[in-house]
């Protein structure tokens, strides 16, 4: 097994939408890293996510807008030898994206905004009345860089071929072996 690196959209996107949560990385303003856990939207090579108006975080982010979005999926245990610990490793698919945050002011656009987050969880449609839209801010991070890997991927290439198929589909071919 090795690592793969992707980069084949196709193969981001649905590592991004395969997971159910992001893990956002920022740094303060004494130099020190904060990570948070958090539900998100993405569409266009864009990655939105939504907090409360006011907060830590939002106040490390207007300070400096530059944060570091982590998507993982596909987990699962690996070995090579049952009794060696050094060969133990996790199977994996990752996606890290890094771009700036802004924050939307427009009430539409953060309708939109919370729609688009909302079509990562379900399929159905919702209405936001206008407090709950003012009390909510709306974060877009357009993507300036991003990687993909995938860790424990197999040598042999029809393998790792019907592996991104499968993801493509929204499949976890480890699931079904």
Not at 21 to 30: A, K, M, S
Not at 88 to 99: E, F, I, L
Request: with cysteine.
């Amino acid at each position: 097994m090795k690592t793969v690196q992707h980069k084949d959209q196709e193969v981001i996107e649905a590592v991004i939408r395969k997971c159910d949560i992001c893990f956002i990385g920022v740094v303060d303003q004494e130099n020190k890293p904060y990570v948070l856990p958090m539900n998100f939207g993405y569409r266009n090579n864009v990655i939105y996510l939504h907090s409360a108006p006011e907060g830590r975080i939002v106040d490390i982010l207007k300070n400096n807008p530059n944060i570091c979005v982590t998507f993982s999926t596909d987990h699962e245990l690996a070995y090579q030898n049952l009794e060696v610990a050094c060969s133990y490793r996790m199977k994996s698919k990752s996606v890290v994206a890094m771009g700036k945050v802004t924050f939307e002011q427009d009430m539409e656009l953060k309708r939109e905004g919370l729609n688009i987050l909302m079509e990562q969880y379900s399929e159905k449609k919702f209405e936001y009345s206008d407090p709950a839209v003012r009390n909510v801010l709306i974060w877009k991070v357009p993507i300036d860089h991003v990687s993909c890997k995938e860790f424990g991927a197999p040598h042999d290439e029809y393998k790792m071929k019907r592996n991104i198929e499968e993801l493509k589909k929204g499949k976890n071919p480890a699931a079904e072996a």
